[in-house]
């Protein structure tokens, strides 16, 4: 592609940024003066270009997030909440073999192996799954590990009977809702017939103390949409951080229960239960109230068995 002369300058400091990895968002390149008639147009590409080889690093960041030592050691806790070991007994059979995705240092991992199920932790963090392997060397569980893109699992079709993805893992999953219906495909795709995943979000109309910070979060994003400003934020309840600061995460996106709902649907999962963690503690029953509940989000869908041809 030509160049405007006088605009070369912005994307020379566009490749040298590219050139040394990943991109600084607190620098992205500036706009030269002296502008050409068809700068503004160019200016749009440049920011394009660089969002885009932004969002490329995205998944990286989440990956060095949850590999720092602090992180690991923050997450080494085991045990299971009680709301999750509810619904494990309701709707997981015992010997059931189960994938953990977003497993981590093995919170859920552990005790899901020591309730006589076949489980497989995943994470895309090694040193997760590292610190968990040794965990569970330690409590002598016969249980398998990977380390892995939930997008692009390498486990053949209906290898599973249940699948996981607590503490809401699916949430930091880059590249908007796209990204979440790759997990849910691939989720799909790797449970048998009959079986049941589970796992947890936020929700973006949840009342509780981070509304007030979500809902001016919603309002800068719409401004900035409308002005046409440049954002690494794509969608709706999408937060990227500075890939520069030491954080454990640079990447979430809370969006509502019921978009879920539909892109599960969409996915041909059946929602046979959904609920929030205190309400499931409380004993309540299944509400549309769950949504605006303060706490996290269960969903248990199930992947149908397919009629058999004999069937009317």
Not at 13 to 28: F, V
Not at 60 to 77: H, L
Not at 200 to 212: D, M, P, R
């Amino acid at each position: 592609m030509v160049f405007p002369q006088g605009e070369i300058a912005v994307k020379s400091q566009y490749n040298t940024l590219i050139n040394k990895g990943l991109p600084k968002i607190s620098k992205r390149p500036k706009q030269v003066k002296n502008r050409h008639p068809n700068a503004l147009q160019l200016d749009r590409k440049i920011d394009k270009d660089y969002l885009l080889a932004m969002n490329f690093n995205i998944k990286k960041q989440v990956q060095k997030g949850y590999s720092r030592a602090w992180v690991v050691d923050k997450y080494a806790v085991v045990g299971l909440w009680p709301s999750e070991d509810e619904l494990f007994q309701k709707f997981w059979p015992y010997g059931t073999r189960v994938l953990d995705l977003g497993c981590g240092a093995g919170r859920t991992t552990l005790p899901i192996a020591q309730q006589d199920y076949w489980v497989t932790g995943a994470d895309i963090s090694f040193p997760m799954v590292q610190r968990a392997r040794d965990q569970a060397e330690r409590w002598r569980l016969p249980i398998t590990w990977a380390t892995l893109d939930a997008t692009d699992l390498p486990f053949a079709n209906e290898t599973f009977g249940a699948v996981l993805f607590s503490y809401n893992g699916i949430e930091l999953v880059p590249d908007g809702k796209l990204g979440k219906q790759r997990v849910l495909s691939e989720v799909w795709r790797v449970l048998k017939p009959g079986g049941h995943f589970i796992f947890t979000t936020h929700a973006i109309e949840a009342l509780n103390q981070y509304t007030f910070l979500r809902f001016s979060r919603l309002i800068s994003f719409l401004v900035s949409k409308t002005l046409r400003r440049p954002t690494l934020e794509k969608e709706i309840g999408e937060v990227v951080n500075d890939p520069n600061r030491n954080l454990e995460v640079y990447y979430m996106q809370i969006i509502s229960p019921r978009t879920y709902r539909k892109m599960l649907a969409n996915t041909g999962f059946e929602v046979v239960y959904y609920n929030s963690r205190q309400r499931i503690d409380q004993q309540k029953p299944p509400s549309w109230i769950a949504d605006i509940d303060p706490d996290f989000k269960f969903y248990v869908a199930r992947k149908p068995i397919a009629p058999s041809i004999c069937d009317p």
